[in-house]
């Protein structure tokens, strides 16, 4: 990737980070001013229903943005994946910075909300994050030296399995808190297993010369 173009990205992704983070702060302020911990506190339907139109606006404001500095699908996905990661990361840095939160990468925390509510540990999330950063970045520079990523049927539906798998490990915890109790146990097997057939996947489509 272009080294301005990368800058200005990363940038992108940094503050929007720290709007996301600033959100958190406000909504923690009125609802757990004590501290954020579980069981979560509900709130009411309308705040509810702008908190999740603002989980998916975020998801299309990252596509957005990604339609906007690449052509093509691949290129836009490269772009998108690598937002998300830099988005998630410095959140998280930031919440730690203005909330002194998490308290280590082992804090559970309630991830997302659609289609029901997703929970796991923060290093979790953060790994995630790594992999998209990494993969996004590979698939761009492959992109701007036309040698474009083309997977196979077969390489999508082991990369969406393979996705699919992460994101059910993050809805089993979930289960607990739409029961109003504490999630104890995440499902790191599935988790794990999920991410290194992706990246299986993956490492073997960007290693293919055409």
Partial sequence: MHPIRLFWL????????YIEASVVVYLRLVYYPGGFSFPVVFIEPA??????IREAVT?????ATSSLAFPGFMGRLGCFMFLF???DIFYYLFLKIFLGWPESIFTWDLLFLLPFPWAGPV???VVVSVGLIWAGLAVIAREERGIP???????????????FAVIVSFLIPGLAVIKSAVPSHFPWYLF?????????VFVREIGKKE
């Fill in 123 to 125: 290093w979790a999330p």
């Fill in 192 to 200: 794990w297993a999920g991410l290194l057939t992706g990246v299986a």
């Fill in 59 to 63: 998801i299309l404001f990252l596509w």
């Fill in 85 to 87: 990661g830099v988005w």
């Fill in 47 to 52: 705040t509810a229903a702008v908190e999740l």
């Fill in 10 to 17: 990363t940038i992108w992704g940094v503050c929007f980070g």
């Fill in 149 to 163: 990523v083309r997977p196979g049927k077969g390489a999508w539906v082991l990369v969406i399995a393979g996705g």
